[in-house]
């Protein structure tokens, strides 16, 4: 268990509005990555960071921003959230150099729906 | 780019049937390969992996062979149970800086005693 807490759990939002996502690890891993799930596409990569103030682009980058001020947090921004964004978004950790297997450590989703 | 396909679901069993979920990926290199297993309400947990070609990754009496031959990392079990409903998800490392997975769709498995 790689001790990863993402808040909120659950949020209802409304479009327009600003929302952000916080993932909180325990386990002093470098890497940390921004999922979100949906029905009939899997899990795919918003953003990661490769240590603090490193960040980039994932797969489905536009409409998000990401922040790593901490080993320990990186948060996930929605400047303004709009309804194709509601979603489960997952929070990773992997540890770096000689420990790293590239296996991935999840921490339990934020749903999130945009009204 | 590198990418991931498995069979579409649902799929649905009896308690104590054979399961196989297959897996097909495309990658330039040499990816290590995953089975991830997600039980509802909750995140995903690694079920098993393999980091070369003819390695066998195993975990709760379930098993797959990374076959570099045909691309393909297929689970299998051989007696499945209720407890085992769940979404299965195949994926493979990325390399390069990101060190992201990459994941197939997923396949939602459920048992019924």
Redesign the interface.
Known sequence: DAG?TQSPRHKVTETGTPVTLRCHQTENHR?M?WYRQDP??????IH?S?GVKDT?K?EVSDGYSVSRSKTEDFLLTLESATSSQTSVY?C?T?TGGQT??????????SRLTVL | GDSVTQMEGPVTLSEEAFLTINCTYTATGYP?L?WYVQYP??????LL?A?KADDKGSNKGFEATYRKETTSFHLEKGSVQVSDSAVY?CAL?SGG?????I????TKLSVKP
């Open positions: 990863i890497y990555y009939g596409h899997g899990l795919r990569l990661y490769y980039d994932g997952f990773a992997k790293n297997t590239g296996e991935l450590f999840f921490g339990e989703g | 290590s995953f309400g909750e995140g995903l947990q690694l992996k980091t998800f490392s800086s990101q060190g992201n997975l994941f197939g769709k997923g």
